[in-house]
């Protein structure tokens, strides 16, 4: 029974095939008969009843490839991996190599509280192969693991692959839409996932396995006021080399040493500092945002500036163009983007108010 899929699986002895299989009814139907025609009297019902018993033993596909690597030569093969992407940004070794061993110690169960909530996103033109680094990330062993086709749409479904899948790649990610960057937030935080199985009364609770990574073809991706700290954006400058021959249990015995070791792998404050001067570069810069720039800038040395409120800013905005509304939700979401983009701010008894100079 595997434990990851809910999937039971056969392989039939002394045979060419190496790979399991999952169990369907021909493949019941199959086992009744052949017992039969070998004099053993047995029902259907006998063989359903003990392939749904504990006399079928568990198996974890990812924890017996994790337990079961020889042990590391000292040759650092993820930062190799990482130097496979062509890029401009001094910081990528590190950053992937930080990401790498937070997926394989959430594979192996260390953090409970806490999930990979870290994504790099390759960002490229197209035939850059992007797609198929993030294939080869995995071993082919575990490669069933990988889904590049998670459907925001359904709630449930996505949900569900967080236990189903080890990596998930949104491919296109320019395409997910503004209003399913929270459902999305969700996702990458969610430690496990709370599911209730079809005509059953029930909540359980599922062991979450997934990381996530993405792939686009557009710059200006990032589109959160509040910042931009659980992504890792590389711009890819040339095609990524994936014709390369990988030493897969040496990677994954490096990252295994290094996490009983006790190595760190989780992003700290120094680490998502970088992240996010480095995605400035990628964030989306909204319509009101870039009116705001042509009127108002922050103080320089020297100057005094005056303090208003985001309501008072939108107002001399307004009157410069009438497309923005006054509505509450526009009035937070306005304040988060000048709390993005630094500008001094101080509490007063009308609410927060905001250092700037009029243009």
Known sequence: FN???????????????????????????????????????????????????????????????????????????????????????????????????????????????????????????????????????????????????????????????????????????????????????????????????????????????????GTSNQKDLLTDPSGSRRFICIEVTAPIDTNVTINYRQLYAQAMEAIVKGERYWFDDADEAILREANREFEQMSPVEQLFHCYFRSPEEGEEGEYLSPMQILEHLRSKSRDIKLTASNVNHFGRILRKNNLEYKRTCKGIVYRVEKL
């Open 3 to 213: 434990a990851l899929t809910n999937d039971l699986e056969y392989r039939q002895r002394d045979s060419i095939h190496f790979y399991f299989k999952p169990v369907d009814q021909r493949v019941k139907n199959s086992i009744a008969m052949d017992a039969l025609q070998e004099g053993i009297r047995v029902w259907d019902r006998d063989v359903n009843r003990y392939l749904s018993s504990n006399r079928v033993p568990l198996y974890n596909p990812v924890e017996d490839y994790l337990c079961n690597l020889s042990r590391w030569d000292g040759k650092d093969r993820i930062r190799a991996l990482a130097d496979l992407v062509p890029c401009n940004n001094p910081h990528w070794r590190e950053l992937f190599y930080r990401w790498f061993l937070n997926m394989v110690a959430h594979w192996r169960g260390l953090d409970k509280l806490h999930s990979n909530s870290t994504s790099p996103l390759l960002v490229g033109a197209q035939g850059f192969r992007k797609s198929t680094y993030c294939r080869i990330i995995l071993p082919p062993e575990l490669r069933f693991g990988y889904t590049d086709s998670l459907d925001f749409k359904s709630k449930r479904d996505a949900e569900l692959y967080l236990g189903r899948f080890m990596l998930i790649n949104i491919d296109e990610f320019d395409q997910v839409s503004i209003n399913q960057q929270g459902f999305l937030k969700h996702l990458l935080q969610k430690p496990v996932a709370n599911l209730r199985k079809p005509y059953g009364s029930s909540i359980q609770e599922m062991r979450r396995y997934a990381s996530f990574i």
